[in-house]
């Protein structure tokens, strides 16, 4: 029997990455942002250190099929200024998807990110594509289901397990 116990840090040169698809059509954007940022932060990570960027690679595909809830998509707006005086854009949600929709799951997933050096270091193991296609099969990524409370499907399948049982 082993009294020591220990608590192992984690160094950061020593971390498998692994790929995760995240398919986009059909789901709730805050959802499926929230999500993302927890896996490319590594909070699914039992090793999770707050100081180390733990996390894993996310792809996400079929952004133009995402979906917000109520009246979100006649009101939400997104704002940006281009640095010129009088250079503040803004742009309906509805026209982004249209013409842009990658930036709609980008800018809601880093927003959930940390705001510091490390948060945008998270933030370039994202990559959103706007079809169901993407060029990164050489890194044979698995595909990571999502229940539609926004939980990964594994995840809630448990959860109703162990709710089954203890009834």
Not at 82 to 93: A, I, K, S, V
Not at 94 to 101: E, Q, Y
Not at 145 to 164: A, D, I, V, W, Y
Request: proline fraction near 5%; hydrophobic fraction near 35%; charge should be positive.
């Amino acid at each position: 029997m082993n009294l020591n116990q220990t608590t192992t840090i984690p160094s950061g040169k020593d971390i498998k990455r692994k790929w995760f698809v995240l398919d986009a059509s059909g789901q709730t954007l805050g959802r499926l942002a929230s999500h993302a940022a927890s896996v490319l932060a590594g909070k699914l990570n039992p090793l999770y250190t707050p100081y180390i960027d733990m996390g894993d690679h996310v792809i996400v595909i079929n952004a133009e099929k995402i979906e917000v809830t109520g009246m979100k998509a006649g009101q939400k707006l997104y704002r940006r200024y281009t640095g010129f005086p009088g250079g503040l854009r803004e742009e309906e949600y509805s026209k982004l998807l249209v013409r842009r929709p990658e930036k709609i799951l980008e800018e809601a997933i880093k927003g959930m990110l940390p705001k510091s050096k490390l948060g945008r270091q998270m933030a370039t193991k994202l990559k959103v594509y706007k079809g169901a296609d993407h060029p990164h099969h050489a890194q044979q990524p698995t595909a990571m289901e999502m229940h539609r409370s926004g939980t990964p499907m594994e995840l809630h399948q448990k959860q109703e397990h162990h709710r089954k049982q203890s009834a």
